[in-house]
């Protein structure tokens, strides 16, 4: 199972680098690749470089800039074994997606369907009967259960932050 760790954002230079914005929060972790896939195709590592929060990366076959647009918005993903295994308290977005969402109480959000980051917070998409979005923040505490796919929030800090789509 793949695991997406970035996007690729640019063609960087004229040798083919591409500048990777990383999804995980130990960027560093990018230069002990070997292999990524790139939308899917597996493709060899030439080498890496961290800067400025973005990961630039040069890979096999990728020789030009013109070779590097035709990757820009692919993902860039792992083999699942490659990732860091996470401690207790820990999860992989990834983890997350799929699972049924629930309020303190028990009554049911629906399916969280996606997580996206626009700088200061993740934004969760549950969809059930109605669609809601709302912030991921510490105070909502939430508790991920791995073993039964679940979510679950405090219900009075979730009615302070969610919005309703409808």
Same mark, same amino acid.
């Given at each position: 199972?793949?695991?997406?760790?970035?996007?690729?954002?640019?063609?960087?230079?004229?040798?083919?680098?591409?500048?990777?914005?990383?999804?995980?929060?130990?960027?560093?972790?990018?230069?002990?690749?070997?292999?990524?896939?790139?939308?899917?195709?597996?493709?060899? #590592?030439?080498? +890496?470089?961290?800067?400025?929060?973005?990961? &630039?990366?040069? *890979?096999?076959?990728? $020789?030009? =800039?013109?070779?590097?647009?035709?990757?820009?918005?692919?993902?860039?993903?792992?083999?699942?074994?490659?990732?860091?295994?996470?401690?207790?308290?820990?999860?992989?977005?990834?983890?997350?997606?799929?699972?049924?969402?629930?309020?303190?109480?028990?009554?049911?959000?629906?399916?969280?369907?996606?997580?996206?980051?626009?700088?200061?917070?993740? #934004?969760?998409? +549950?969809?059930?009967?109605?669609?809601?979005? &709302?912030?991921? *923040?510490?105070?909502? $505490?939430? =508790?991920?259960?791995?073993?039964?796919?679940?979510?679950?929030?405090?219900?009075?800090?979730?009615?302070?932050?969610?919005?309703?789509?409808?």
């Amino acid at each position: 199972m793949n695991f997406t760790i970035g996007e690729i954002v640019k063609a960087q230079g004229i040798r083919g680098e591409v500048k990777i914005k990383p999804y995980a929060a130990d960027i560093e972790s990018f230069v002990r690749l070997g292999t990524v896939a790139i939308g899917g195709c597996p493709m060899k #590592i030439r080498g +890496v470089n961290v800067r400025g929060g973005f990961v &630039f990366m040069s *890979l096999e076959g990728v $020789n030009d =800039r013109n070779s590097a647009e035709v990757l820009v918005g692919k993902t860039v993903e792992i083999d699942r074994a490659l990732a860091k295994p996470t401690d207790k308290d820990e999860y992989y977005v990834v983890d997350l997606i799929g699972c049924t969402v629930f309020l303190s109480g028990g009554e049911e959000l629906g399916v969280l369907d996606n997580i996206e980051n626009f700088g200061s917070a993740d #934004i969760f998409t +549950v969809k059930g009967k109605r669609t809601v979005r &709302f912030p991921f *923040l510490k105070r909502l $505490n939430l =508790r991920f259960d791995k073993d039964a796919k679940t979510v679950t929030i405090d219900k009075e800090r979730f009615q302070e932050v969610c919005c309703y789509e409808d």
